[in-house]
């Protein structure tokens, strides 16, 4: 460890070590933060249920994304190209194609 590395003790909660399930992640921006919606969209409900919010600097995104790539890179590496059905250029999608979002509350 050099110099600029620094120890970091990090505590797990119990509640959040159970973690929650997300297939679907919906990112907004301005020019101060990002907005990361995580939701689940399963077959039967209505619209996607919205399960964590995390709001991140554009720093901490960007390193975000390049943990992603690497960990990705890692992965295939190890088990194979991860195939993406219909993939489209730099992974975007049409948020339309998915209606509307938000529901009514029981």
Partial sequence: MDDNEKKMN????????RGSYSNLAIITHSHSEFVIDFATMLPGLPSPSISNRILMTPEHVKRLYNALGDNISKYEAQFGRIEVPGEQPKGTFNLADFGPIGGTKS
């Avoid at 990090?10 to 070590?17: N, Q, S, V």
């Fill in 10 to 17: 990090l505590e797990l909660r119990p509640e959040i070590a």
